[in-house]
């Protein structure tokens, strides 16, 4: 699980040095993100009831593609506002990055996903990277479909479940 999350850390590092140092233009309104139909959908999370989940997982193996899930962010890209689990659920809104073209674009595309890990944190907000490194929950699921964009799953279903 630890080298799952050390991954996962290390993919957010990847897209900050990029947001922040780069300065990545989004296909956006002034400071936002763009609207997007993809959606992952996570149940049975009553154990992180509160708490703010957040994604960032390779949809290409070269990592060139990734999920990034975050209701938000500012300019920079340097602080990721998570989404809230309420009644033991979570709706995340879903975006994909192209580090090629460095772009964060609307995600609603049909895709099988090797590993997709939702991180859990009590804080709203994630500076990038340094409190990515400190989060400790995490549940992660294998091979995860995505149609249109939009997949579901319940904390029953995962892989690893570090969120008791």
Known sequence: MKS??????????????????????????????????????LTGADTA???????????????????????????DGSLLKGAQIKNAAVNIPLYMY?????????????????????????????KQPEEFETVDKSVTFSNVTFSDGKAAKDVAEAYTNNLK
């Open 49 to 75: 009831e509160g708490k703010y989940a957040f994604i960032i997982a390779n949809l290409t193996s070269d990592g060139t593609e990734k999920i990034l899930g975050i209701t938000d962010s500012n300019k």
């Open 4 to 41: 799952k999350l050390f991954y996962l850390v290390m993919a957010g590092i990847v897209l900050a040095g990029c947001l922040v140092f780069a300065g990545c233009p989004m296909e956006a309104e002034e400071g936002g993100l763009p609207s997007t139909k993809g959606k992952f959908t």
């Open 98 to 126: 192209n580090s090629s073209s460095q772009q964060v674009t609307s995600y609603s595309r049909d895709d099988t996903v090797n590993s997709i890990t939702i991180v859990v944190s009590n804080k709203k907000e994630l």
